[in-house]
C-alpha cells in the first residue's frame, strides 16, 4: 500500500506519518511526504492520499482534482473546518480538522474498517426461507438434480 502525504507545513507532516506508521492497518505501508513542488507530483500510484487543502504554493483542492485513479481514496486535512463544504466536488473519502486530527484519524481507521467489512461481504440467497448465507461460511456445496444442499 502506498500513502501519500500533501501538506507544506513539514512539522505537521511528520506527526501525521507516524500516526499513520503506529496504526496497525497501515504498519506495511509506504509512506510518501510532500513538503513543495506541488504542481509537479504524480499522483497516480496512491491508494490513499492525506491533502492539506490551504498549500501556500498550491490549492489542495486543486490537486485533487488531478488524480485520475478513482481508486485513491483523498483525505483532506485542514485547520479550518469551514473549508470541507468546498470539497464536495471532488470524490472525498474522508476529512481531517488539524486541531483534532487524532480524534479525526481514529474515526477514519474506524470507516476503512467498516468499508473494507462492507465491501468483502458476499451472500448467497435462498428465496423461499429468506436465508442469508455468507460465502466464507459456506464449507460444502452439493447438487443433485435440481437441488442444492449448503453445508455452513
Not at 485547520?79 to 466536488?89: H, Q
Not at 487524532?102 to 477514519?108: N, P, Q, S, V, Y
Not at 440467497?125 to 452439493?142: A, G, M, P, S, T
Request: charged share 30%; proline share 0%; hydrophobic share 40%.
Amino acid at each position: 500500500m502506498k500513502i501519500g502525504i500533501i501538506d507544506d507545513d513539514a512539522s505537521f507532516s511528520t506527526q501525521l506519518k507516524n500516526k499513520i506508521k503506529t496504526s496497525l492497518y497501515f504498519e506495511d505501508a509506504e509512506i510518501v511526504v510532500f513538503n513543495e513542488k506541488f504542481e509537479t507530483l504524480d499522483l497516480m500510484d496512491y491508494e490513499y492520499l492525506f491533502i492539506d487543502i490551504m498549500l501556500l504554493q498550491a490549492s489542495g483542492i486543486e490537486l485533487a482534482k488531478k488524480v485520475k485513479n478513482k481508486q485513491t481514496k483523498i483525505i483532506f486535512v485542514s485547520a479550518n473546518e469551514a473549508l470541507v463544504y468546498d470539497c464536495f466536488d471532488i470524490h472525498l473519502y474522508f476529512f481531517i480538522r488539524k486541531a483534532f486530527y487524532e480524534e479525526d484519524f481514529k474515526r477514519l481507521l474506524l470507516k476503512i474498517e467498516k468499508d473494507e467489512a462492507e465491501s468483502n461481504k458476499q451472500y448467497l440467497l435462498d428465496e423461499k426461507n429468506h436465508q442469508y448465507i455468507r460465502c466464507v461460511d459456506i464449507y460444502y456445496i452439493q447438487s443433485h438434480r435440481n437441488v442444492c444442499t449448503f453445508l455452513y
